[in-house]
């Protein structure tokens, strides 16, 4: 590898002279940008407990009124790329969550896309485009790039969800912004697009032929998630993942066209080494317990913890549990790597 020419190499009045026209020189900066074999990453595998994040999030509960903040919400942030901006991954904002009884969160789109994982408590609802999605623990719901959204409580205990935006990239584009609107009306067809969804392999007939919606299934509930990999477990070898991918269920292909979900089953002891990609990625765990080894980062995991995997990384899972299954929800960026043409998966560790 040949050494490139410093800044410093220049002489200061060619240097001025460049400035001065908003030019720069590309080889000082050359391998920064384009380094061999790897990219170069300031992601660090970071570790959330939620037990130590759920006391503050109620504590905003009683110290921030929900008309102070719209969105009551403490924000994953990675150390490696700066507490300030709010990224848990270069493309991945991952938020807690927390709405008390009776309150609203505001109706808005916004450009990025989003979704909720519900982390605990009964009885919240998110109205998405008129239609009414219960959240129970475990449900994913979709609130895609400009629909409008807006959160409420009808229940007696606080709610926790977790939200993982596809905001770093729209940001970073200058194309994220936030439209606010009056209350949403309910178009009385609550849950629909589950309703008419709901199995996979059957279709509501009178999409046959149609022209494809974008967003046709808006609410994946846990209870359906967990069964399916419980079934997929009784049909998988064991020295193969029971993984399962949320898609559109009309189109086959990823629900959101930036990020990614998909739901991993840890049968009872069973450790297991992810594909080493090139998406970046977040694991939240919704049951179980066990450990990780992310790069040189270990760390323990129990229920509703959640961690920030870099691109590239290798990454270990072990479930501690002799007796019970353990699983993790997986957002990525890999469909929008995929779209772009450089996904890849690594068969060397
Ligand atoms: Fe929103």
């Known amino acids: 590898m040949s050494q490139l020419g410093t800044l410093e ?8 002279e460049l400035q001065q026209l908003n ?27 939620y037990q130590a994040i759920r006391p503050l999030l109620l504590e905003a509960g009683r110290i921030t009124p929900i008309e102070k903040a719209e969105r009551r919400v403490l924000v994953l942030a990675n150390p490696g790329l700066g507490i300030e901006n709010l990224v848990a991954t270069p493309s991945i904002y991952i938020g807690m969550q927390l709405i008390l009884p009776g309150e609203t969160a505001p109706n808005h789109y916004h450009t990025p896309s989003a979704v909720r994982f519900v982390i605990e408590g009964e009885g919240a609802y998110t109205l998405v485009g008129g ?27 606080p709610v926790v969800w977790m939200d ?43 999409t046959l032929g149609r022209e494809k919606k974008p967003y046709p299934l808006m609410r994946f509930p846990w209870q359906e998630v967990r069964g399916a990999l419980a079934d997929l477990a009784s049909a998988t070898p064991a020295d193969q993942a029971v993984r399962l991918a949320y898609v559109n269920p009309q189109t086959g292909e990823e629900c959101l066209p930036i990020m ?77 790597q995929r779209k772009l043409g450089f996904y890849e998966e690594f068969t060397a560790p």
């Open 164 to 206: 993982a935006l596809d905001l770093p990239l729209i940001y970073y584009l200058e194309a994220s912004y936030a439209v606010e609107g009056k209350v949403q009306p309910d178009n009385n067809l609550p849950d629909s697009s589950q309703t008419r969804f709901r199995r996979s392999g059957l279709l509501p007939y009178d």
């Open 260 to 336: 990614g979900f998909s739901a991993l089953m840890l049968r009872p002891g069973e450790e297991r080494r992810l594909t080493r990609r090139s998406a970046s990625s977040v694991i939240h765990v919704v049951e179980g317990g066990g450990e990780a080894s992310v790069d040189v980062v270990d760390s323990r995991w129990e229920e509703h913890d959640t961690f920030a995997i870099p691109t590239h990384a290798q990454v270990r899972l072990r479930n501690l549990s002799a007796r019970d299954p353990a699983y993790l929800f997986i957002v990525d960026d890999a469909p929008m």
């Open 9 to 16: 190499d220049l002489p200061l009045r060619y240097r001025e």
């Open 131 to 157: 239609e009414k999605c219960p959240m129970h623990r475990g449900d994913l719901i979709l609130t895609p790039s400009g629909m409008w959204h807006q959160h409420g409580h009808d229940g007696k205990e």
């Open 23 to 49: 030019l720069a020189p590309l080889w000082p900066s050359m391998r920064k940008v384009l380094p061999h074999n790897k990219p170069s990453r300031k992601t660090q595998p970071t570790f959330w407990s």
